[in-house]
């Protein structure tokens, strides 16, 4: 059942409504037979960048296995946690489906090596943030529409999309920076769309870190969050195999953090009673939120992670080489923009003023764009004589 088959009746008083959605940037006819939000999750969907998704990385580079976790499954991921949590509460949940396929669309290839390479590169130019990235790729680098720019979706999934942003960049982003520099929240869509992001990321990289080889199911046993659900199938299912246990502690680590946060939620709202969106926006702090006791099993397990996985050694040898490709590709194009395909050269060649700062925003679009195999073909051509150009 979708939101149409509900009704605007069946969600709370303080959802996103399409009613009172404050719009797009260009104006347009309303859709037929679907809503604005579900317009909204379907121009993602079909848009370049999503597609690009499937061969970006969340932690391992894309050749190095094929099941280990991509941007594209991860965004879907979210998106099935997020939407979950919408229904429970009786949020709408394309709008909580579109912010969710739609927050890594400016993700650098190699992950989170990726845009911290790309950050530094930028620093003298304003600085990169993959948050501001997919913004600007749905308000801007997206060509698909012959009447404007980008995807033109509602500020309300513009709004998900930014989750965070300073102030000096607040300034010039319109009305969407607007809750930045009033200090408001974004709507509780969005809020879930945030935590569901946690929530999948933290979990499933606890199951391609056991499939990799780099972290054990008995060294996860000093995790609370881990070795309840872990006892609990052990006591249940005794000598399941290994890849079956995993999946069902997995499962239920998923599902013991998505309720408490659907429970605690709930009780936040009774307690505030928002009769609206703006007063959810104008709320002191976000109202969607796990117990402190979760929220506390779920930061350790993140913290697991970081020092077991994403400081591995193995992990660590492909950053650096990731952060070497970035680099190197970067430091090539802002030397001579011709190396780039004609319509990134063409941008950064565009006007005078801010000639500097305007190539490098186009170099880091264009390799922001790129998906891993695509980059390391990329730096292969440049880099090495005896590759195909």
Do not use: W
């Given at each position: 059942m979708n939101d149409v088959d509900r009704g605007p009746d069946s969600l709370a008083p303080f959802a996103a409504h399409d009613a009172s959605s404050r719009g797009r940037r260009y104006p347009e006819p309303p859709p037929e037979f679907r809503t604005e939000f579900q317009r909204d999750r379907d121009r993602i969907i079909h848009s370049n960048a999503f597609r690009r998704l499937a061969y970006k990385t969340q932690v391992f580079v894309n050749h190095e296995g094929d099941l280990y976790r991509t941007r594209v499954t991860h965004s879907i991921e979210v998106a099935q946690i997020a939407r979950s949590i919408a229904r429970a509460l009786r949020l709408n949940e394309a709008l909580v489906e579109a912010i969710s396929l739609a927050h890594d669309l400016g993700h650098t290839p190699f992950g989170h090596a990726g845009q911290d390479a790309l950050n530094a590169c930028m620093r003298e130019y304003g600085g990169f943030?993959?948050?501001?990235?997919?913004?600007?790729?749905?308000?801007?680098?997206?060509?698909?529409?012959?009447?404007?720019?980008?995807?033109?979706?509602?500020?309300?999934?513009?709004?998900?999309?930014?989750?965070?942003?300073?102030?000096?960049?607040?300034?010039?982003?319109?009305?969407?920076?607007?809750?930045?520099?009033?200090?408001?929240?974004?709507?509780?869509?969005?809020?879930?769309?945030?935590?569901?992001?946690?929530?999948?990321?933290?979990?499933?990289?606890?199951?391609?870190?056991?499939?990799?080889?780099?972290?054990?199911?008995?060294?996860?046993?000093?995790?609370?969050?881990?070795?309840?659900?872990?006892?609990?199938?052990?006591?249940?299912?005794?000598?399941?195999?290994?890849?079956?246990?995993?999946?069902?502690?997995?499962?239920?680590?998923?599902?013991?953090?998505?309720?408490?946060?659907?429970?605690?939620?709930?009780?936040?709202?009774?307690?505030?009673?928002?009769?609206?969106?703006?007063?959810v926006r104008q709320h002191g702090k976000p109202l969607v939120g796990m117990s402190d006791e979760v929220r506390a099993e779920h930061l350790e397990l993140k913290a697991f992670l970081n020092e077991h996985v994403y400081r591995h050694y193995r992990v660590l040898r492909m950053t650096t080489k990731a952060r070497r490709v970035i680099t190197q590709l970067f430091e090539a194009f802002m030397n001579d923009v011709h190396l780039m395909p004609p319509e990134h050269r063409n941008t950064a060649r565009d006007g005078e003023a801010n000639s500097d700062t305007r190539r490098a925003r186009a170099v880091a679009d264009y390799i922001a764009g790129m998906t891993d195999r695509y980059a390391i073909l990329e730096h292969r051509r440049i880099f090495d004589a005896g590759e195909r150009v």
């Amino acid at each position: 059942m979708n939101d149409v088959d509900r009704g605007p009746d069946s969600l709370a008083p303080f959802a996103a409504h399409d009613a009172s959605s404050r719009g797009r940037r260009y104006p347009e006819p309303p859709p037929e037979f679907r809503t604005e939000f579900q317009r909204d999750r379907d121009r993602i969907i079909h848009s370049n960048a999503f597609r690009r998704l499937a061969y970006k990385t969340q932690v391992f580079v894309n050749h190095e296995g094929d099941l280990y976790r991509t941007r594209v499954t991860h965004s879907i991921e979210v998106a099935q946690i997020a939407r979950s949590i919408a229904r429970a509460l009786r949020l709408n949940e394309a709008l909580v489906e579109a912010i969710s396929l739609a927050h890594d669309l400016g993700h650098t290839p190699f992950g989170h090596a990726g845009q911290d390479a790309l950050n530094a590169c930028m620093r003298e130019y304003g600085g990169f943030e993959h948050n501001l990235q997919s913004l600007r790729v749905v308000d801007q680098l997206e060509e698909r529409y012959a009447e404007f720019p980008g995807l033109n979706l509602t500020f309300e999934c513009r709004e998900g999309i930014l989750k965070h942003c300073s102030v000096r960049n607040a300034r010039e982003l319109g009305d969407v920076g607007e809750r930045f520099l009033k200090r408001h929240q974004p709507s509780l869509e969005a809020q879930i769309a945030n935590l569901a992001d946690e929530i999948a990321y933290n979990n499933h990289d606890v199951d391609d870190g056991l499939r990799a080889g780099l972290i054990d199911v008995n060294g996860l046993r000093d995790v609370r969050l881990f070795r309840r659900q872990l006892d609990k199938v052990t006591s249940q299912y005794p000598g399941l195999g290994e890849r079956r246990l995993v999946h069902e502690v997995t499962r239920r680590m998923i599902n013991y953090v998505v309720v408490d946060l659907i429970r605690t939620t709930q009780a936040r709202l009774e307690q505030a009673a928002p009769r609206s969106i703006d007063d959810v926006r104008q709320h002191g702090k976000p109202l969607v939120g796990m117990s402190d006791e979760v929220r506390a099993e779920h930061l350790e397990l993140k913290a697991f992670l970081n020092e077991h996985v994403y400081r591995h050694y193995r992990v660590l040898r492909m950053t650096t080489k990731a952060r070497r490709v970035i680099t190197q590709l970067f430091e090539a194009f802002m030397n001579d923009v011709h190396l780039m395909p004609p319509e990134h050269r063409n941008t950064a060649r565009d006007g005078e003023a801010n000639s500097d700062t305007r190539r490098a925003r186009a170099v880091a679009d264009y390799i922001a764009g790129m998906t891993d195999r695509y980059a390391i073909l990329e730096h292969r051509r440049i880099f090495d004589a005896g590759e195909r150009v």
